[in-house]
């Protein structure tokens, strides 16, 4: 569901509040019949957030408590190289697709309509909803009436290789591209918000000092986005982990289940050959890389904020 | 990439001239590169969907003869796959316009009493949201299902706009919280001063000024139960109970897979949240980078 849910958070995580310091209480405190009212309305916030949240964390920890069955899932060789997919999966896609938007931002600072028009339509990929996108990639990468191979036919005369059908690295390859496509857009949009956020006078101090061109971006762009961009990878490595979609409807897992990464195997563990406790043992084996990517990003939102 | 290169001080007028032409030339370029990068997988949508029953399988970039007789099927639920298509779309809605209503109403009414009334403990209910927010919804999914067995709510809408309610929440309150201290507090005291009680004060003053707010949460709650899948596929099981994204993945285990009829629905799909996203994009960007990422 990392879907939409990414939606623009990364900007609102982003907010440094410097107004922080000067938000109190209500004067006097909360009063009498008040304090009841305050409790009232979190109310429905916790009882959602203990029967949809820690409810399920915590029934999860208990069928995944034995630990023969991690023992069986190190010797399978399909969780090995699942274990390699997700590896690569967040390594290769995570980075380019943040290195990426972190260029196209810069690109599309740029003044001209043309630029404006552009952006339009390059974030339609993320307005999109994720499923009818990768459901015809999937199609567009058939190796007999694909899109892809009947282009490079018409075009070079080029008869395309099976994207999907022949090998797990290119099959690989495609899913990470899918998913760059998807969510490359979103983090533009991002980073796009904190370059128009610098302002206007650093650059032409720094202009009349000397620094121009790549001057420019590594010693008055980099240096202030550098948080912002860390947080958002670090964010987007998180919601990549947990991506089901791309890698579900673009290449399904296969050939011969080899594409499949731990968000997907945990699902088909759980529901195509019905070992939930399985399914849980492979979402638990991330845990490992999720804590400390989670405590790392919890602690970098609360104390610095993210200051521009 | 970025930045057209602007060279040395001294360079003669004619030839920055040129480096400037040069560099527009290139960003053309690029951008038509970028142009094609993003429109292929849309195009091949369109072009699946508009290609005549039995013509998926061509080895044609342009569609032969182009026909709208996809889109009248799925309008008319004119094939088996399709027959519940509007119960589905009905379906879809109902999450959705719910997800939006309880989402908006938990998530302010816990900010109004973390934020504004500064509950005790309230940082405890952030941390929680926040840690619910980094945690992947697909790594839940097992665990949830089966609670959803336990709470008798399996193959139920209610199920699903729980889970949806669940994941998008977390944003709500923090967007809130956000926007909220931008609202003096002032307005608040004063209206106790003058004997509002709590409710008064957020019916009165929190909602009406977090307006702005709370159409970038509910655009955001709405797209999230619309075009998640996930849930909704391990959730709901009966063809009645279905929406949109499950049927649709439905198609691809069926042998025939009519690709033109499927890319159709995608179609009929994927317009209302595109509408809503272009509709309510400079709203939901300006009103989110207010307080934003500037220093």
Redesign the interface.
Known sequence: ?????V???A???????D??AR?????FG?QG???T???A??I???A??L???A???L??LW?GREPALYTELMSEPIYQRTVVNTILYLGIGVNLKMFGAL??S??F??RGW??KG?L??????W???????F??????LNG??G??N??L??LFGVDGPGWLETSRWLALGSVIA?HI?KWM?FWT??LL??RM?I?QELYEAAEMDGA???K??TYV?FPLLAN?YLVCTL?ST??T?????SVY?VSGGGPALSTHVL?TL??RD??EIAR?DL??AV?MS?LPL?IP??IL??RK?HTTE??? | ???P???GARLRRPNYRRRRNLGEAA??A??VV??I?????????V??ALEPHGD??????FPSKPSFESFWIVVTQGYWYLEYFWHQFGNSLYIGVATVVITL???S??S????????RY?WL?S?????????????????????MGF?GLSNNLWSVI??E?????P?A???FQ?YG??IP?EL??AA?IDGA???QV?FKIYLPLMAPAMVAVGT?AL??A??????QF?LLSSKKSMTV?VA??QF?NSDEAP?NY??AT??V??IP??AI??AF?RR??AG??M?????
């Open positions: 569901m990392a879907d939409v849910q939606l623009r958070t900007e609102a995580f982003a907010i440094p509040s107004v922080k938000r109190r209480p209500w004067r909360l019949s008040e304090f009212w305050a409790i309305f979190v429905p916030y916790a959602l957030f029967a949809f949240v409810y399920p964390v029934y999860g069928l260029l196209m810069g690109f600072m740029r043309w630029v552009l339009l339509i390059y974030v339609l990929p307005a999109v909803p994720a499923l009818p996108s459901i015809s990639i999937h199609w567009m007999q009436w899109l892809l009947n282009a036919y018409n899918s496509w857009p949009v991002i918000a904190g956020a302002p121009t061109g790549v420019r971006f762009s912002l964010l998180l919601f982990l947990g991506d089901f979609n409807f968000a945990g699902i759980a529901f939930p399914g849980v979402v991330a999720m990517l989670v990003l919890m939102l993210v200051q521009l | 990439m970025s930045v290169t602007v060279g960003a053309l690029f951008s970028v142009l990068w993003t429109l292929t997988p849309i195009y091949n949508i072009q699946v998926v399988f061509t080895n044609d970039v109403s938990v998530g009414l816990a109004f009493a973390i934020g504004r009334m500064r509950i309230g209910v941390n929680a949201a926040l840690l619910t927010y980094v945690i992947p919804a697909s790594f839940l999914a097992i665990p949830f299902y089966r609670i709470y729980a889970a309610v669940t994941f998008a929440t944003y309150i923090f967007i956000q201290v931008s507090i608040d005291e106790r009680s709590p409710l957020y955001y797209l999230l619309w075009n998640e899948y996930l849930y391990l994204p649709l993945a691809l690709w499927m890319m995608a179609i799909y994927a949240p595109v996203y272009y994009r939901m960007t989110l980078t307080g934003g990422v500037k220093g």
